[in-house]
């Protein structure tokens, strides 16, 4: 399995000759090539740096075959697009482009006291790789790779060393951090490294377009 991070939320994910994209937003670089040769779409919630509409619209019309998986909101905003959007939330086991997904997690983090969370749908891939969105959400099985949330208005550091404790992943990549500049990212770095050190794993930040094989880490 190779995972492909193409900046801020998004992650392409490789098995074989299979291919989904994992929340393909307005920060994406790389996403509209990446969806031209996805096999599916995994949205998270709808937050515009997850979810393009247009982009995806576009890549669905260009591509019949092209389905998506996702949240309540996005699915009911994607309805005129029939069976090939797929509402999916907490504790559903579906079969999307021969990967087995698993998915945990109902709301986003609270971004405003007075204002109710919107819904968010975690995905875990193959039993491997799990990507949160915007939600710090512990699934109720191991997660070998965790694509961890580095920054986010919703988020303070001392919950990204939390969240780890608590996840306990293998390894971790982080995403979330296309709203960092380079001080930023080397503040985040740091705290991301060390966070992985305390329960002796390997977190790292990919630049985005950088791949890793699964099986070599």
């Known amino acids: 399995m190779r995972l492909t991070k193409l900046g801020h939320a998004c992650v392409q994910i490789t098995r074989d000759d299979r291919t989904i994209v994992i929340d393909p937003g307005a920060f994406s670089d790389g996403a509209a090539d990446a969806l031209a040769a996805a096999d599916a779409v995994l949205i998270t919630h709808e937050h515009f740096d997850h979810f393009d509409a247009d ?9 019949p075959a092209l389905e998506v998986w996702t949240s309540r909101t996005v699915a ?4 005129d697009l ?5 509402q999916v939330g ?10 087995d997904v698993h998915v945990y997690g109902e709301d986003h983090e609270i971004l405003h006291p ?3 969370p919107i819904p968010n749908t975690g995905f875990l891939i193959d039993g491997q790789v799990f990507h949160p969105g915007d939600a710090l959400t512990v699934p109720a099985e191991p997660v070998p790779t965790l694509c961890l949330p580095g920054n986010a208005p919703w988020m303070k550091i001392p919950e990204l060393y939390a969240y780890a404790r608590e996840v306990r992943p293998e390894r971790a990549f982080v995403v979330h951090d ?3 500049n380079d001080i930023g990212l080397t503040v985040m770095g740091n705290h991301v490294a060390k966070a992985g050190e305390e329960i002796g794993a390997d977190f790292q930040r ?6 890793v094989d699964l099986a070599d880490v």
């Open 55 to 63: 982009a995806l619209r576009k890549a669905m019309a260009e591509r």
């Open 76 to 79: 009911e905003s994607l309805a």
């Open 82 to 86: 029939g069976g090939r959007v797929h």
């Open 90 to 99: 907490h504790g559903d086991a579906v079969t999307v482009a021969g990967f």
């Open 114 to 116: 007075d204002v109710p």
């Open 178 to 180: 296309g709203l960092l």
């Open 206 to 211: 990919l630049v985005p377009g950088t791949s």
